[in-house]
Nanobody
Framework: QVQVEESGGGLVQAGGSLSLSCNAS????????VGWFRQAPGKEREGVSC????????DYADSVKGRFTISRDNAKNLLYLQMHSLKPEDTALYYC???????????????????WGQGTQVTVSS
C-alpha cells in the first residue's frame, strides 16, 4: 500500500522561509517523476515544482522561480521543497505527489500524478 505524507507547513510572515518534506512508503521517489503542488481556496490545484526524472529536468512555476527549490534525498526516500521570500499569494495547501511507476509525465500538471499526500498548510501573513 502506498502512503505519501507531507510535513513542515506553518504560518510565516511575508519574506520568510519554510521547508517542506515529503516521505513515502510503498514507492521509491528516485524511480518516478515527483513534485510539489498547491491549492489555494477557490482555485485549482497547480504545479509548483517537479522533478521530471524521465527527461532529466526540473520544472518550476513562473511564480516561484528563484524563490523555491525542489530536491530529493534518494537514500532516505524524501522529497523537499525549500521556500524563501514567501508572499501572501503563496498561501495554500501544499501537496507532494508521485507518478505511476514506468509512466512518463513529461510535465508538472496535477493530472499526470497518481499518488498524493493529504497536504500541509502554508500560510503567509502580510
Amino acid at each position: 500500500q502506498v502512503q505519501v505524507e507531507e510535513s513542515g507547513g506553518g504560518l510565516v510572515q511575508a519574506g520568510g522561509s519554510l521547508s517542506l518534506s515529503c516521505n513515502a512508503s510503498g514507492l521509491t521517489f528516485a524511480t518516478r517523476d515527483v513534485g510539489w503542488f498547491r491549492q489555494a481556496p477557490g482555485k485549482e490545484r497547480e504545479g509548483v515544482s517537479c522533478i521530471i526524472r524521465s527527461e532529466g529536468r526540473t520544472d518550476y512555476a513562473d511564480s516561484v522561480k528563484g524563490r523555491f527549490t525542489i530536491s530529493r534525498d534518494n537514500a532516505k526516500n524524501l522529497l523537499y521543497l525549500q521556500m524563501h521570500s514567501l508572499k501572501p499569494e503563496d498561501t495554500a495547501l501544499y501537496y507532494c505527489a508521485a507518478s505511476t511507476s514506468g509512466y512518463y509525465t513529461h510535465d508538472c500538471r496535477p493530472n499526470s500524478y497518481t499518488y498524493w499526500g493529504q497536504g500541509t498548510q502554508v500560510t503567509v501573513s502580510s
